[in-house]
């Protein structure tokens, strides 16, 4: 009996096989794959191509030298106010009032030896001499106009004045483009 069944096991084992079939082999090799199939990419990248993108991309000349965009730094895009050895940055635009007494409170760049402070800090510490004035993002986009009346209370208050959204300072455009900034 238990011949019977190790032959059983071997007919079995044989049907299964491709040499029970005809085929030689297991089925790997060029033999095997569908004929009549095209290339996957009908128009491939010459290797001439292929060099010239990388030349390209690697040295980051995408676009022509002269096209290049300018890069701002802080100086560009802040006014500087310092007192009493300390500092702090509010975006240009923001200033909207500079009384002549408190002129010299713009400054280029701050001093060696001055100290930074947040806007929050500085506001709090100069509360008698700087003043927030609150607007909304459609007022600081110049959409819709700041109300005159109670910018003329906030110029006449003899204090320096930065516009604010949500109590951080923001550039102002004001309807028309003008500037805004004024000094007795």
Do not use: Y
């Not at 032959?7 to 060029?30: D, E, H």
């Not at 000349?61 to 050895?85: H, M, V």
């Not at 516009?163 to 003008?178: W, Y």
């Amino acid at each position: 009996m238990p011949v019977r069944a190790a032959s059983l096991g071997s007919c079995l084992i044989l049907l299964g096989s491709p040499a029970a079939f005809g085929q030689k082999g297991g089925g790997v090799g060029p033999q095997f794959l569908p004929r009549n199939i095209p290339p996957p990419v009908a128009d491939a990248t010459t290797d001439e191509q292929l060099r010239e993108r990388q030349n390209r991309e690697r040295g980051g000349e995408l676009a022509p030298k002269e096209q290049k965009a300018k890069t701002l730094g802080l100086a560009e895009t802040s006014t500087f106010i310092e007192t009493a050895g300390m500092f702090t940055i509010v975006p240009k635009g923001a200033v909207i009032h500079i009384p002549e007494k408190l002129a010299a409170w713009i400054v280029p760049g701050p001093s060696v030896k001055a100290k930074f402070q947040t806007w929050q800090e500085f506001l709090t510490a100069n509360r008698g001499s700087v003043a927030s004035f609150e607007i909304t993002f459609d007022q600081a986009s110049g959409k819709i106009p700041i109300d005159s009346s109670k910018l003329d209370l906030a110029r006449k208050s003899g204090r320096l004045v930065v516009a604010v959204c949500h109590g951080g300072p923001i550039s102002c455009v004001p309807l028309g483009g003008a500037s805004q900034v004024s000094t007795p």
